[in-house]
């Protein structure tokens, strides 16, 4: 079993910032990538930045050059920093850990329990 604990969701103004933390612990063989999702009432689960072991980051287009994501492999934990929040980046954020239970293992998906972030105008 594999515990993805999120924190850092709340409420911030427009233009404010805001930082998650995920840390993925349990039993398992290997993480190989964590990021986070988003979905906004009405609208489908959306990616918002990935980061895999060695470091590589994918951004969502709409994200770029306002947050950042890093990794600290060894306690198996990601930080999402957003800066420049928007109205519109409202949504629950959804940790997502990718990786394998054991050695032998196909590839799955974890994911936590989703933390609330609200951008008022």
């Known amino acids: 079993q594999v515990q993805l604990v999120e924190s850092g969701g709340g409420v911030v103004q427009t233009g404010g910032s805001l930082k998650l933390s995920c840390a993925a612990s349990?039993?398992?063989?290997?993480?190989?990538?964590m990021g986070w999702y988003r979905q906004a009432p009405g609208k489908q689960r959306e990616l918002v930045a990935t980061i895999i072991s060695g470091g590589s980051t994918n951004y969502a287009e709409d994200v770029k050059g306002r947050y950042t994501l890093s990794r600290e492999n060894a306690k198996n934990t990601v930080y999402l920093q957003m800066n420049s929040l928007k109205p519109e980046d409202t949504a629950v954020y959804y940790c997502?850990?990718?990786?394998?239970?054991?050695?032998?293992?196909?590839?799955?998906?974890?994911w936590g329990q989703g933390t609330q972030v609200t951008v008022s105008s």
């Open positions: 997502n850990a990718n990786g394998r239970r054991r050695a032998w293992s196909s590839r799955t998906d974890w």
């Open positions: 349990g039993n398992f063989f290997s993480i190989d990538a």
